[in-house]
């Protein structure tokens, strides 16, 4: 297992799969059941990296106003390194391609200890929420974020000031 990771947009066939590896990755601290996976799959990116075998992790962020925000953000125990560097590169591909100035990851406690030390090599850094430009805090406004930690990633130097 853990050969030939690839990543691809989840589909309703992955949603107890998902459910198992949120669990699994969560170490029973939190759950999400197939319907809250369902909802997930309708209302934001909702992404897999598997190899030929298993689903290796699962990410389901979404962009506004030229910031992603990822908000799941689950990797297996077997493949965290791979797995989270294939939905990444992912993301951010994605990200970029819609002009966003940055991504922002929300890891709650239960996040595996690789995640933070990945996030960190790939360019992420620990943010407070009052330290975030204003736009950046009024796109947040919309998740609910206490307790999580913020990983940002700046993917433009300048931020976009004129309309695209």
Known sequence: MGQGIGVRRAGR???A???ALVGEAAGAQFTVS??????????????????AEALLGVTAWQAENLVAVTDVFALSPQFPTRAGT???DYIEAEANTLMCEANIVLLPAWAAPEVRPLLRRRGYEAQEL???????REVLSEFEIKGLDLMVKR???RMVMVPL
């Open 17 to 19: 799969a998902i459910a």
């Open 13 to 15: 066939r992955d949603a």
């Open 34 to 51: 197939e319907a809250e996976v369902l909802e997930w799959l309708f209302s934001k990116g909702l992404v897999v990296a598997a190899d």
């Open 130 to 136: 009052k330290k975030l430009h204003r736009i950046w």
């Open 155 to 157: 993917l433009r130097e």
């Open 86 to 88: 294939a939905l990444l």
